[in-house]
């Protein structure tokens, strides 16, 4: 049994938990506003929102419909665009047919409620802010500049809320109907003992955190399958710093690391590594114990992880070990862990003052697209002298790749270009790119070395650490 909240109505249903939100809106409750588009989470015509308590606060986020599953809907409120309807238009209509934001109209539902999710953030109500609120829903009519106009709008209007909760503001300015106001004591009545649990059931067929890519790649095996849902554990959940190391809960999403003060105060460049990320709804949904067991060789956290050294816990319910994620991919898609395992927890030790962080990553487009190699790497600088050294790249290789001799060289060498030009053609021996749609296996190896020099450029960039010539 799910039971949720579907805009104003209590929902109980006991069809399969595998079947995606998407469908149950429109299929079973006939609520057409949500459109289907792309059903990989790109177009976001089917965004949605997910409004939980966290901390005892209620939090909303957008989703993606298409690749969230009803099981990860458990004990949450999900918002369509029908459940932001007040008499009248709201603010965010109003604001739309003023600047003729919306021409078909196709994608416009998703836009209104990427941007309900934003007038409910904590996201400083900025005019960059609300567009990149809607970084995740395309249209192809309007050319964006009336779309733009109306977000600049919408956050000028938030901004002059100084104090006052984001949900009363919504409501008291016309942003969001008054059901809003009571959303969260619902919620309270319908948690759900799967919250307490300590650890997975075992031999079930397939463990589910965020679906953002598993739903794309095996869409028709999930909704059948039984599942464990991941992302429901809150034992799996949280970001801690203990002494010196971070600990991260297996279902600890992207857009967790950005709002995480921990992560705030460690990598001061966090919010301009994540840009490079996905969109906003999948970032809210994707996890990043999902995205180390995807195994994808570009994996963006993946490859941010290896360069940090991170350790993993996997346990399979009763028994727990732990792995370097270094020695997690034995080939493509290839995992040294058992079929009942499953990732609980990882963490790293926290950068030091001399610690030099760097994120990489090249695409087709800037932005909202998979890479064509990325690659991070960490550096710890005693006397000008590298002790300790960390460098992984992405898209250059059949399993996200640790460069070991390229570490190997790198410590105890000062930071000049001999020293860059020469971890350089070291990477090139370790990695073995192929020629695909993202590029050829000799552009690869170019942008690999390209990306290199990229990082040591950033840290000569620091007042503290100039290049040697």
């Given at each position: 049994?799910?039971?949720?909240?579907?805009?104003?109505?209590?929902?109980?249903?006991?069809?399969?938990?595998?079947?995606?939100?998407?469908?149950?809106?429109?299929?079973?409750?006939?609520?057409t506003?949500?459109?289907?588009?792309?059903?990989?989470?790109?177009?976001?015509?089917?965004?949605?929102?997910?409004?939980?308590?966290?901390?005892?606060?209620?939090k909303?986020?957008?989703?993606?419909?298409?690749?969230?599953?009803?099981?990860?809907?458990?004990g949450?409120?999900?918002?369509?665009?029908?459940?932001?309807?007040?008499?009248?238009?709201?603010?965010?209509?109003?604001?739309?047919?003023?600047?003729?934001?919306?021409?078909?109209g196709?994608?416009?539902?998703?836009?209104?409620?990427?941007?309900?999710?934003?007038?409910?953030?904590?996201?400083?109500?900025?005019?960059?802010?609300?567009?990149?609120?809607?970084?995740?829903?395309?249209?192809?009519?309007?050319?964006?500049?009336?779309?733009?106009?109306?977000?600049?709008?919408?956050?000028?209007?938030?901004a002059e809320?100084?104090?006052?909760?984001?949900?009363?503001?919504?409501?008291?300015?016309?942003?969001?109907?008054?059901?809003?106001?009571?959303?969260?004591?619902?919620?309270?009545?319908?948690?759900?003992?799967?919250?307490s649990?300590?650890?997975p059931?075992?031999?079930?067929?397939?463990?589910?955190?965020?679906g953002?890519?598993?739903?794309?790649?095996?869409?028709?095996?999930?909704?059948?399958?039984?599942?464990?849902?991941?992302?429901?554990?809150?034992?799996?959940?949280?970001?801690?710093?203990?002494?010196?190391?971070?600990?991260?809960?297996?279902?600890?999403?992207?857009?967790?690391?950005?709002?995480?003060?921990?992560?705030?105060?460690?990598?001061?460049?966090?919010?301009?590594h994540?840009?490079?990320?996905?969109?906003?709804?999948?970032r809210?949904?994707?996890?990043?114990?999902?995205?180390?067991?995807?195994?994808?060789?570009?994996?963006?956290?993946?490859?941010?992880?290896?360069?940090?050294?991170?350790?993993?816990?996997?346990?399979?319910?009763?028994?727990?070990?732990?792995?370097?994620?270094?020695?997690?991919?034995?080939?493509?898609?290839?995992?040294?862990?058992?079929?009942?395992?499953?990732?609980?927890?990882?963490?790293?030790?926290?950068?030091?003052?001399?610690?030099?962080?760097?994120?990489?990553?090249?695409?087709?487009?800037?932005y909202?697209?998979?890479?064509?190699?990325?690659?991070?790497?960490?550096?710890?600088?005693e006397?000008?002298?590298i002790?300790?050294?960390?460098?992984?790249?992405?898209?250059?290789?059949?399993?996200?790749?640790?460069?070991?001799?390229?570490?190997?060289?790198?410590?105890?060498?000062?930071?000049?270009?001999?020293?860059?030009?020469?971890?350089?053609?070291?990477?090139?021996?370790?990695?073995?790119?192929?020629?695909?749609?993202?590029?050829?296996?000799?552009?690869?190896?170019?942008?690999?070395?390209?990306?290199?020099?990229?990082?040591?450029?950033m840290?000569?960039?620091?007042k503290?650490?100039?290049?040697?010539?």
């Amino acid at each position: 049994m799910v039971n949720f909240i579907l805009n104003q109505k209590c929902i109980s249903t006991t069809l399969p938990k595998g079947l995606l939100l998407l469908d149950f809106i429109r299929y079973h409750q006939r609520l057409t506003g949500t459109k289907i588009g792309c059903r990989e989470g790109d177009c976001g015509a089917c965004t949605v929102l997910v409004g939980e308590i966290k901390n005892g606060e209620l939090k909303y986020r957008s989703a993606t419909s298409c690749l969230m599953a009803i099981g990860n809907a458990r004990g949450k409120h999900i918002v369509t665009v029908e459940g932001t309807n007040v008499a009248g238009l709201n603010f965010i209509q109003q604001c739309f047919t003023d600047e003729g934001a919306s021409q078909c109209g196709f994608c416009t539902p998703g836009f209104m409620v990427s941007l309900a999710g934003f007038a409910l953030s904590n996201t400083a109500a900025t005019p960059q802010a609300a567009i990149d609120a809607v970084n995740g829903n395309i249209c192809r009519c309007t050319g964006y500049k009336s779309i733009e106009r109306a977000t600049v709008k919408i956050a000028q209007k938030l901004a002059e809320n100084k104090q006052q909760d984001a949900i009363a503001f919504a409501v008291e300015n016309n942003i969001l109907p008054t059901y809003f106001t009571g959303i969260k004591e619902r919620l309270l009545q319908l948690v759900d003992p799967v919250n307490s649990s300590t650890a997975p059931t075992q031999s079930l067929l397939q463990f589910l955190g965020g679906g953002t890519d598993l739903y794309v790649q095996q869409h028709d095996t999930m909704l059948d399958s039984e599942i464990d849902f991941l992302i429901d554990n809150s034992a799996l959940n949280g970001i801690v710093k203990i002494d010196n190391r971070c600990y991260l809960g297996a279902t600890v999403t992207v857009t967790d690391i950005l709002e995480s003060p921990v992560f705030q105060q460690y990598f001061p460049s966090l919010q301009a590594h994540i840009k490079l990320v996905s969109s906003t709804p999948i970032r809210n949904m994707a996890t990043i114990a999902g995205n180390l067991v995807n195994a994808s060789p570009i994996g963006d956290f993946t490859i941010f992880f290896l360069a940090l050294n991170a350790q993993l816990l996997l346990s399979d319910g009763h028994n727990a070990r732990e792995i370097p994620l270094q020695q997690f991919y034995k080939g493509y898609k290839h995992l040294a862990k058992k079929p009942e395992e499953f990732i609980e927890q990882i963490y790293f030790e926290l950068p030091s003052a001399s610690t030099k962080f760097n994120f990489e990553k090249v695409c087709k487009r800037t932005y909202l697209d998979i890479a064509s190699v990325n690659t991070a790497i960490s550096l710890q600088i005693e006397n000008d002298c590298i002790t300790e050294a960390h460098l992984s790249a992405g898209g250059v290789g059949p399993t996200p790749a640790y460069l070991m001799k390229s570490v190997t060289y790198l410590k105890g060498k000062s930071i000049n270009e001999n020293t860059i030009n020469e971890v350089i053609a070291i990477a090139q021996t370790e990695i073995s790119p192929i020629s695909d749609t993202r590029g050829t296996a000799a552009y690869k190896r170019l942008l690999l070395g390209q990306l290199i020099k990229a990082h040591f450029l950033m840290f000569s960039g620091d007042k503290n650490l100039q290049l040697a010539h």
